[in-house]
Structures are given as C-alpha cells and as structure tokens.
C-alpha cells in the first residue's frame, strides 16, 4: 500500500511539473529522504537507475528545460559562483572517468568491489553525482521570486524533519538512556536504523545538522510570517535536535556546537552563552550523549594511568586509517589517482594489515578522501566551492531585504555541516547523504543572485520591500516596476 501510495505521488507531482516545476521539484527533494527506504523499488523492469525518484527527476528536469526560456535572462552572477561550480563538476568528471578506464586496479577482494561492474561503476560514479546536481543546479535556477526561496526553504526543512521522524521511530530512546559499549550501540541500534532506512545514521545526521541550522536562520523571518509557521517552528526544531541526539553521532555534536557559536559570533551574541550551556547540560543529564562523547578520553592503560587514547577517540581512525592514507597522499599530491583509490593501490593491503583484514572504501576524512583521489587539484575548487563561496555570499548579503539575509545565512549552516563533520565519515563526492547539503547551497547562491537584480530604491518603494517577511499569496506584495524577478512568481 506504501509503495501505491509513493507511485501515486510521484505521478501527481510528474503532471504537476508542467503546470509549475519548481513546486515539483520542491516535492522531489522531500521525497529524496525515502531515495533507499527498502520500501522504495531499486529499479522498474530490472533497468538499473530506472527507480521512481530518477524518473520524476527526468520529468521535472524536461519541465524545466521547457519553461526556463519564459523567464528572465542575463542574470548577473557573480564569477566565484561560476568558476567554482564549473570546477566542481569537472572535478567529478575527471575524477570519474579516470576511476572508470581504470577499473580493472579495483581490489575484487572488497566488499564494495565484489558486486561491482564497469556499467555499476559508470552509474555510481559519474551518472549519479550529475543527477545530484542537476538537482541542485535546478534549485538554484528557480531562485526567481520570494515565493521560491521560501519555497526551497521549506522543503529543506521538510526533508529534514522526515528524517527525524524516521529516526524517532526506528532509534528506541535506550540509545540515549541505557548506553552501552560501541560495538553494542552499532548492532542494537545503528544496524537497525540502516536496515530500515537505507541510510547509515552518520550520513542521516549530516542533513538534520544542516536542517537544523536551516531552520534556526529562518526561525526569526518565519515567527513573523504567521501562526502556521510557528507552529512549524515549534514542531520541527525540537523534532530535528532530539533526532540528532538519537542518532550517537560524534561529528555531529560536535558540528552543532561550533555552527552555534559561529552563528553566535555573526548573527545572535546569546548563542554564544546559550550553546555552551545547553552543551554542557546534555552533557550532564543524557547518558548515552555522555558516554559518546567521553568515549576515548578517560582510559587506563596497562600501568593503570588514566589518559586519552586518540584511536579509540577516532573509532580506529589515528593508527588503521589515517597514517597509511597520508602516506599513500605523499605518492601523488597534486593531481591524485582517481575515484576509490583506496581500493585500487596498495594502500589497501597495508590498511587491511592493520584493520584486522577490513578496508572501508574511504578513509573516513573528506579532506584526505579528496587529496589521495584528485589531490591539491581537487582540493582547492572543493574548498573554493564550500568554503569561499558561503562566505563570500554572507559577506555580500541583503541586509535590507529580510529574506535574503536569512538565506544568506543558510549557507554557512550547510558549509560549517559538511566541513566539520567532512573530519569524519563523510564526502565531498555527491551522493544521497550530500544532497540535502547541496541543496543548502543552490539555495544560498540563488538568493545572492536574486539579491542581486533589485536595486535598494526598488526594493523599499512604497514602504515595503518586495522580498519582505510578508505572507505568501497574491495580495502580499504588489509588483513593483523594474524588480519583477522578485515580486512575480515563474
């Protein structure tokens, strides 16, 4: 009956894109959190890729392509956004066909190799990271009006609180309560979050701390908008932060904190009393958050002396993982030696001799991940695209239009989530758990530009903005001569 229920939806929201694709496409990333529900088909009539998201993505995309010729042209972008994402999506082309012509290198020995074929390769690879960012980069494209940021914004929001729920739902409150040891909390509690949900709870937490932070930057413009948004507000903030909780996940603590300070150094001072309070409060009085956080930092060694064990801290990462990865770097630091290349050199027998036989696909560091597959080459556009970008469009922001300050903002949540918990387990390749963050970021560009095509004077004729803290609807706004990217809808 789910799966009826999914087709149904799709379909709907597939014949709605002709009448207005960005709503459709607003749907699509919401649905994008069931993308490996096991509920969710793989693929229709055994074609791989041919599931119902892809095909909604391709009904939305042929919308888009057809109706963007109605909407205005000669937008000025700014060139960081341009050179950035053009060296971003090169990156993962070079990147990709390199990984593809040389395949054969692959260990068959690995889990992730054994099943894997050129065509799977190609698809994975190559295929899927376009389809993320088309997504994005139609995101971006529909920043044409108020109505679409605020649009985009509530479907970022939505996607994450889908999320939550499910892991409300499926990560029993004993996680939190009853903590055990690690090995424990991975079978009894993580294993059945992934089994259920198709995502591990790592890269679930990458999207919550992004929407959570989302959330937080557009809290102040959504309190003004109405009853219905702050019921939403009330609803998903805590719904989100008590996810976050359940989900055991280290890097995301610890992303929560220091985006909260961040936000507290250039948005709201309290925070910056406010969040190491709360911290330490959780801290104090949930177990399970304790025992994670503490976890490597009060252990005896054989003599009987108390001290830090940073292996154990990094979950295997100082001694198995990290040490051989940099050395492996070393050997080619400039331009790196394609997609997986943990599973292709030799780099992967010295981790399995000192991981008792195992070698994940990555090196668990998105920084490190990047420098041994396309090395400083790859690393600088990904930092200009994460990290110069964000800043440069906060920097530039919209002060007096209140929207698009908010949307501002939302790019440094979606840059601090994907740097600070980029230490850990996550990638700066696109993928399923990258999407959202991706999101984040098409949204922060599109307001920027958007921002960009109303001059002030425009923007406060009458005594109202025209991207303002307004109600949605026809009768919230009038149109003003000369700002009609923001005052009509596409």
């Not at 479907?155 to 990560?171: G, K, P």
């Not at 295997?316 to 990865?325: K, Q, S």
Request: positive net charge.
């Amino acid at each position: 009956m789910r799966q009826y229920a999914m087709y149904a939806l799709v379909i709907a929201a597939a014949l709605y894109a002709w009448r207005d694709w960005y709503v459709s496409l607003c749907v699509l990333i919401v649905l994008t959190a069931f993308a490996k529900h096991p509920d969710m088909p793989p693929a229709l009539l055994h074609i791989q890729g041919a599931n119902v998201l892809n095909l909604l993505l391709l009904a939305v995309a042929a919308a888009w392509a057809m109706q963007r010729e109605s909407l205005p042209k000669g937008r000025p972008i700014p060139k960081l956004l341009v050179y950035s994402a053009a060296a971003y999506v090169l990156l993962i082309l070079v990147a990709g066909v390199r990984g593809f012509l040389d395949f054969d290198s692959l260990r068959p020995s690995s889990a992730e190799v054994a099943s894997m074929t050129r065509q799977s390769f190609f698809y994975d690879f190559l295929c899927n990271p376009l389809k993320h960012l088309l997504l994005a980069f139609m995101l971006f494209d529909g920043m044409r009006n108020r109505r679409n940021v605020i649009l985009g914004i509530a479907a970022i929001v939505a996607q994450v609180t889908v999320f939550s729920l499910m892991a409300v739902r499926y990560i029993p409150l004993g996680s939190l309560l009853e903590p055990g040891t690690n090995s424990q909390f991975e079978s009894a509690f993580r294993g059945r979050f992934e089994n259920r949900m198709g995502f591990h709870p790592n890269d679930v937490a990458l999207a919550m701390v992004a929407g959570f932070w989302t959330l937080a930057a557009a809290t102040p413009m959504l309190w003004r908008m109405g009853w219905r948004y702050r019921l939403a507000v009330l609803f998903c903030g805590p719904v989100i932060a008590f996810a976050i909780a359940l989900t055991n996940s280290r890097a995301a603590y610890m992303a929560m904190v220091v985006i909260g300070l961040i936000f507290g150094l250039v948005r709201w001072r309290w925070l910056l009393i406010g969040i190491p309070l709360v911290a330490l409060i959780v801290f104090f009085t949930v177990p399970g958050v304790q025992a994670r956080v503490g976890l490597g930092f009060s252990v005896q060694d054989p003599t009987g002396m108390e001290g830090s064990d940073l292996d154990e801290i990094t979950a295997g990462r100082w001694v198995a993982l990290w040490p051989p990865t940099i050395q492996e770097i070393a050997g080619s630091p400039v331009f790196g030696q394609g997609r997986m290349t943990i599973l292709r050199t030799s780099l992967y027998e010295r981790i399995c001799m000192l991981n008792n036989g195992e070698c994940p696909s990555h090196p668990h560091n998105a920084y490190l991940e990047m420098l041994l597959d396309s090395g400083i080459v790859g690393l600088v556009p990904v930092l200009s695209l994460l990290l110069a970008v964000p800043v440069y469009i906060y920097r530039r922001r919209r002060r007096d239009i209140p929207l698009l300050d908010t949307a501002a903002s939302v790019g440094l949540a979606g840059a601090g989530a994907i740097l600070l918990m980029g230490l850990t387990g996550q990638t700066f390749w696109p993928r399923e758990a990258v999407d959202l963050v991706l999101c984040v970021y098409a949204l922060a560009m599109g307001a920027h530009v958007l921002g960009l095509q109303v001059p002030a004077a425009q923007a406060w004729r009458a005594g109202k903005p025209v991207v303002s803290y307004a109600k949605v609807g026809p009768s919230a706004e009038r149109p003003v001569k000369g700002a009609s990217a923001v005052g009509q809808g596409t």
